[in-house]
């Protein structure tokens, strides 16, 4: 833990530029009320609004399914993967209907126009580690992923334990023509934690993962998730605190919910393992996303379960109604992200 402290400090004064960093988002200025004002109005600052501001229209997301795998699922790592992880790796599972990842993109970008009127799109390989194949494999998939002239952006979901210098760099090249972020699952800052939901790496894996993408400017976006087994409210809001002191630009939250056939599920049945109340994570949420720094780009604030897999609790398959009470308690508490940031000293 103590080699993990040196490093923080030095990454807080290492602080950079970046497709979302402060230095280069002109109305988030570190000196700028305006922050602070558009922060009470809208609460946070949400993934559709950077991309609007950075694109001047609606750019979304397409998931796409690599058919890759996890180092923690097929034995380097661990067997079976993270406790909650369900046998898609987090993901859509389309590679088993459609390989080819330019007729997912199709596919999606043909439901974005209909359903949202989409412009412009981002590729995101989400299922699994998608850093987890040979170099040349990466490169063939994120060139075939950024090869149409809508796909404005690429975004890599990986595990931090599955990059190298190689890999980044690989992703660094494509950084001159588009917007690229890494996304990191991380879920908590605490080391019993990830021991016990079976990570597979260390928070120190986590830390040079950062530095090492932000010395090549690439946008960093964590993953968290609230309501771990053992963790109460402080241990979020601990991890809140260490991950405000790096130098990341995004963040994705949800509540731990519960997936069939997993480790956890057999916890949950054998009342080892209790959700969190939609009240629960709404107070946990806001009073983490108050400790962010007011400049993360937050692009995810609940889970997005599939119905197939889940299990419990009933309230995570009721997206908007959690998104609503989140903006409902902001208002009543007159809280916004970024409102108890020590960076505003
Ligand atoms: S790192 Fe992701 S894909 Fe791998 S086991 Fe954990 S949740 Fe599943």
């Known amino acids: 833990m103590l080699k993990c ?11 950079s530029t970046g497709p979302g960093s402060r230095e280069k ?13 558009m922060l009470e109005k809208q609460y946070y600052r949400s993934y559709n ?54 007729q997912q993109l199709l596919d999606g970008k043909q439901y974005l126009q209909r ?7 981002i590729a995101y390989f989400q299922s699994f580690s998608n850093t987890y194949a040979p170099l040349p494999q990466l490169r063939a998939l994120y060139r075939e992923a950024l090869s149409e002239e809508d796909v404005v952006g ?9 990059v190298n210098p190689e890999i980044l760099d690989l992703i660094a090249e494509f950084q001159e023509k588009k917007l690229i972020w890494i996304e990191y699952g991380l879920q908590s800052f605490l080391p019993r934690t990830l021991e016990l939901i079976r990570r597979g790496h260390t928070i120190d894996d986590f830390l040079w993962a950062v530095e090492e993408t932000r010395k090549r400017g690439i946008s960093v976006c964590v993953h968290v998730i609230l309501g771990l087994p053992g963790e109460e409210k402080q241990d979020c809001l601990y991890t809140a605190e260490r991950l405000a002191e790096l130098d990341i630009q995004g963040l994705k939250i949800h509540s731990l919910y519960v997936n069939r056939e997993t480790p956890l599920e057999a916890w949950y049945r054998e009342g080892k393992y209790r959700p969190l109340s939609r009240e629960e994570y709404v107070e946990w949420l806001c009073e983490f996303l108050e400790r962010c720094p007011p400049d993360w780009v937050i692009q995810r604030l609940t889970g997005d379960p599939n119905p197939k897999e889940f299990v419990a609790p009933l309230w995570a398959l009721d997206k908007q109604g959690t998104l609503k009470m989140i903006r409902d308690r902001f208002r009543q508490t007159k809280g916004f992200q970024g409102r108890r940031w020590k960076g505003w000293a």
């Not at 988002?25 to 004002?37: E, H, R």
């Not at 001047?56 to 909650?84: E, F, M, Q, S």
Request: glycine residues 10%; hydrophobic residues 30%.
């Open 115 to 121: 359903r949202f009127k989409a412009e412009k799109f």
């Open 25 to 37: 988002k002109a109305p988030f200025s570190l000196t700028g009320i305006l922050v602070k004002d």
């Open 154 to 162: 690429l975004a890599v979901g990986t595990r931090p334990d599955c």
């Open 49 to 102: 609004a950077y991309l609007r501001d950075l694109f001047g229209c609606r750019v979304h997301k397409i998931t796409l399914d690599a058919g890759l795998t996890c180092p923690n699922r097929n034995g380097v790592k661990g067997w079976g993967g993270c406790i909650y992880c369900d046998r898609f790796g987090s993901g859509s599972n389309r590679y088993k209907e459609i390989h080819s990842i330019r």
């Open 5 to 15: 402290t040196k490093r923080l400090k030095w990454s807080r004064k290492k602080r």
